[in-house]
């Protein structure tokens, strides 16, 4: 009906003007003077043609209001609302508005309603909680909150609930709950009250009322007014999750307020009954409030809450008083808050089955939206262990709706509701039901089902051949979506478990036969096969020759770090197979390998060949021995999902059947093997496929110095965008210079680490604090970070190094301090070197440290006579140091001045003569002298060029400083 | 909590903005245009509900929307709210400010700004629910525009004396029209 009405309006104007339309909406409830000028304006902008005509005329009036703001003294209110209004609309079309904000702020003192109401819109859309305009604002607040007249008083609460920042928290802190409470208080500003309040607790937690304010604010509950116990109840719930034992007072008030709702019947609450449903909103609240506490201990209690719950379950049977959409929403949605009450209590196992035979019912009905809750619904009940055989007979409904629902939401939703009902008697359908899914599902959605699928299918597989199967088909079907931890996972299973590697090795060389098999493939294929080759090498048809040509028709196809891998695998194809050592020595000798482009395959390749060709067999066997078993570990797979969708995902199947066996479930490939007792994982835990340690120690028995190299090859084969420490998708940053004219910020950052830099100098003396932040999801072991004055730089400058930690855990971030004694000037900066492991890599920065001679300089105050005096005296020819260069951004004061006070010397104002020009003294300071230095920066916008002229007490040094700071402007 | 309420139209201008919790003019504009790609796109029958867009919280927020017309009014709200509640909510707002403006149409929200704000503010206030009855809230905006209307008396005398009226009927040639039968089809209810 509406709908039709916005059309039935917007046709009319096409047969009248303007003024008839306003005249046509002149009713009573809209202002109908209007303000002409901004209807006029709002039109000029709507009938422009193009954006940039729609720019020009929004800076046209942005100009005209600027001018009447700044010029027009006498401009009343009218005319202040009619600008501050039109300014507001040219925000809301996407513009900057930098102005109006006092006159907004003037407008606030007005004693006229209207202008007053502008202006408190205008700053609760524009203005931020730290404007200085602030206190301005709350001054004004205050003589609102004490005017007689309401609605000046809700004006006043909207704006602090809009703004609610700390300064306001503050000053009405104790204000605002004494208006709640109070007897005096009408109820349009009680409501007002207590959402104020709740938004001044977001800001500053300090102001919760305590003590005797808790009764009274829970009594709230019993208030008359339905809005004013709505606006409490949102108040009451937030006040709950910061002091539930407080608040548990309300628990009784809730369950009588709900149940008197509940029991009404449509007439008794009037207006608050929406479509015929008594008081949703309220409801909704109050089963919400519920839900932060157990199910009551007083049993008179929790008897008339299940009453509550029960009659809202039966009422959901009984049929529509109204076909409107309406009707059914405000009825479901306090029906699916009893729901997920009914499911948070997870104690009355009779209330948990029809909860869930009512979402059963949902899941078929017409309505997307209640389809949708039913699936969000379900997913919460299925963890219940009284529930989750219910929720398993609804399968099938759900594997249809991931067959059949239009839309990608929906369908979201059936995936994690399968993810969260699978257990192990029905994990093979839900496994399989998903990879069919998998090969049509959304782009969107696909990653996470990968992930889902995978964790599913190691969870519950008791056949591990059947675990092998799933994830190579999710390479197949979804290739590109598995991600290096879902291959890592499958390999280290099969690595762990011997009953599966020959079924691995068969079913990876009959995946290797299809002729186009994906890169993730070709990775298994080749590490399986790497192990496990022999154990199918008897058949003819996958003989040595044959799985090495097979691998080795992929070869071409692949990236660098595939190829690797696979130069890995013929490596150890050499020691299972001796009779093909010629095949593999051919491709290792190939010039493309030999002579590759890329380092590290030529390092193998020639690394390999010299192996092959020098080393014993009982060498080669001890160095290219099968791979020891991995140490227990949680899923990796696991953690990335919950990474991914954190609070969401609990482990599949944690209740019903599944609870019987817990420990068994926990990591079963894992279980039965024993930890390698060479395998030195302590430290790694985190590497995934923890390549590079097995190797790496089991090649430490043997004293030949080719293992050493080996060591290091092999952990290339470790993820391979951890390589060395710069990856590809982030350029480090490297801001040495910068420092020059700052003393904080960040240093350097690449994919691993960011290190940032604080520093404070005091004369000849300074400390330098350096921060270490690993930015990798695992630890960063043996850290070092060492300081060095290379040359002659050791006589001039001490630095005392505090040592760090040897380990930086995962996201962490350690403090290193630097402290520093000038002694005589100098020109090279100290040199900074970081060591740490990163998956078993060494890792090494050569950095610089942000030190440099002008840190040591104290400003210098002086007058223009003083410095023209200075000036002249230090005319000698190496006392003066100049250059002239190019602006490197665009010249502008502000940025000159932050710059110029950064150097450390002291800015001087007007002394140069030209105004356009810059001067600066400062005098540094080491052990064994000071030195005066003065300078001049003069800009010239035309050519963006700057003249910059040092002059020193020493010689040299005017050059020194002149180098330093002439590429900073 | 509601993070932020947003109407655009089926082209993606904004109509009304409000937003909760404090974004930067810059990322509000963004915002807008990434919820607007989020929600157009979507058929008219499929479902009200979808996972917020990455720069307002992306899965611990959910859009809650409806569209009528020409325009969409979109909810961005965290867990805490009950989805169809909203999607009432919503309902209350439109008819609310349908019964405001007699038969409301985009383009008193257009020349009203200030007025829809207004109405909003009756309803929800620093993000929580403020009042969901009708009639409670209409007599509260009827209230205001008595207060409004005793003032005016003097304005609107002023009003009377300001002179060079643009040029009107012109201008009016120009608005633009929606094309009337296929919007038609998109109709609700």
Known sequence: MLATYLYCTLSFINTSDLCAVDKKKRMPAVRGDGMRGLAVFISDIRNCKSKEAEIKRINKELANIRSKFKGD?????????????????????????????????????SNKYTEKQIGYLFISVLVNTNSDLIRLIIQSIKNDLASRNPIHVNLALQCIANIGSKEMAETFGT??????????????????????????????????????????????????????????????????????DEYKGCVSLAVSRLSRIVTASYT????????????????????????????????????????????????????????????????????????????????????????????????????????????????????????????????????NALKTERDVSVRQRAVDLLYAMCDKSNAEEIVQEMLNYLETADYSIREEMVLKVAILAEKYATDYTWYVDVILNLIRIAGDYVSDEVWFRVIQIVINR???????????????????????????????????????????????????????????????????????????????????????????????????????????????????IVASTDVLATVLEEMPPFPERESSILAILKKKKPGRVAEPGTAGNDAATPKERKSPALNSVGNHSTHNTSNQSTDLLGLTSPSATSASQNPAPLVDMLADVFSSASPPSVNNGFGSSFQPIDNLKKFACKNNGVLFENDLLQ?????????????????????????????????????????????????????????????????????????????????????????????????????????????????????????????????IFQATQPIDASHIRTKLIGTGMKLLDG?????????????????????????????????????LTIRSSKDSVAKLICDLLCDQF | MIKAILVFNNHGKPRLSKFYQYFNEDMQQQIV????????????????????????????????????????????????????????????????????????????????????????????????????NMSEILSRIEDQNKLEKSEAGLISLKNVNLPNLPNIPQQIKDIKLPDLPQAIKDLKF
């Open chain 2, 33 to 132: 245009r990434e919820t607007f790609q989020l929600v157009s796109k979507r058929d008219d029958n499929v479902c009200n509900f979808l996972e917020g867009g990455s720069l307002i919280g992306g899965s611990d927020y959910k859009l809650i929307y409806r569209h009528y017309a020409t325009l969409y009014f979109v909810f961005c709200v965290d867990s805490s709210e009950s989805e169809l509640g909203i999607l009432d909510l919503i309902q209350v707002f439109v008819e609310t400010l349908d019964r405001c403006f007699e038969n409301v149409c985009e383009l008193d929200l257009i020349f009203h700004v200030d007025k829809v704000h207004y109405i909003l503010n009756e309803l929800v206030m620093g993000g929580m629910v403020l009042e969901t």
């Open chain 1, 175 to 244: 204000e605002i709950p004494k208006l709640l409470v109070s007897g005096d208080t009408m109820d349009v500003v009680k409501q007002s009250a207590a959402l104020c309040l709740l938004r001044l607790l977001r800001t500053c937690p300090e102001v919760i009322p305590s003590g005797e304010w808790t009764s009274r604010i829970i009594h709230l509950l019993n208030d008359q007014h339905l809005g004013v116990v709505t606006a409490a109840a949102s108040l009451i719930e937030a006040l709950v999750k910061r002091n539930t």
């Open chain 1, 755 to 883: 290190i940032g830099v604080k520093s404070e100098f005091r004369q000849n003396l300074g400390r330098i604090a350096l921060y270490f932040g690993n930015k990798t999801s695992f630890s960063l072991q043996g850290f070092s970070s060492s300081v060095g004055t290379p040359g002659d730089l050791t006589t001039k400058l001490i630095l005392q190094v505090k040592p760090v930690d040897v380990n930086v855990d995962a996201g962490a971030q350690i403090q290193q301090l630097v402290n520093v004694e000038c002694v005589d000037e100098f020109l090279e900066y100290p040199t900074l070197t970081i060591l740490f492991l990163y998956n078993g890599v060494q890792q090494r920065l050569s950095l610089k440290l942000p030190l440099t001679i002008n840190k040591f300089f104290e400003p210098t105050e002086m007058n223009s006579e003083a410095f023209f005096t200075r000036w002249k005296n230090l005319s000698g020819s190496n006392q003066e140091a100049q250059k």
């Open chain 1, 73 to 109: 003294k006498t401009l009343d209110g009218y005319q202040k609302k009619k600008y501050v209004c039109k300014l507001l609309f040219i925000f809301l079309l996407g513009h900057d508005i930098d102005f109006g904000h006092m006159e907004a702020v003037n407008l606030l003192s």
């Open chain 1, 498 to 612: 011997d009953d599966v590697q020959g079924y691995a090795a068969k079913t990876v060389f009959e995946a290797l036969q299809a002729p186009a098999c994906h890169e993730n493939m070709v990775k298994v294929g080749s590490y399986v096969l790497g192990e496990f080759g022999n154990l199918i090498a008897g058949d003819q048809r996958s003989s040595p020759a044959v799985q090495f040509q097979l691998l080795h028709s992929k070869y071409h196809l692949c990236s660098a770090n595939t190829r690797a891998l696979l130069l890995t695998t013929y490596v150890k194809f050499v020691n299972l197979f001796p009779e093909i050592k010629h095949l593999i020595q051919d491709v290792f000798k190939a010039d493309n390998n030999l002579r590759s482009a890329d380092a590290e395959l030529q390092q193998r390749a020639s690394e390999y060949l010299q192996l092959s």
């Open chain 1, 268 to 399: 008794d609450l009037q207006d608050y009954t929406y479509y015929f449903v008594p008081a949703p909103w309220l409801s909704v609240k109050l089963l919400r409030l519920l839900q932060n506490y157990p199910p009551p201990e007083d049993a008179g209690v929790r008897g008339r809450l299940t009453e509550c719950l029960e009659t809202i379950l039966n009422k959901a049977q009984e049929p529509p008083k109204s076909k409107k959409v309406q009707h059914s929403n405000a009825k479901n949605a306090v029906l699916f808050e009893a729901i997920s009450l009914i499911i948070h209590a997870d104690s009355d196992a009779t209330l948990l089955v029809r909860g869930c035979n009512q979402l059963g019912q949902f899941l078929s009905h017409r309505e997307t939206n209640l389809r949708y809750l039913a699936l969000e619904s379900l997913c919460l009940l299925a963890t219940s262990e009284f529930s989750h055989e219910s929720v398993k007979k609804h399968q099938e409904t759900v594997i």
């Open chain 1, 911 to 947: 002394i140069d003569p030209n105004p356009e020009n810059y001067v600066s003294a400062g005098i540094i300071h080491t052990r064994t002298q000071q030195i005066g230095c003065l300078l001049r920066l003069e800009p010239n916008r035309q050519a963006q060029m700057y003249r």
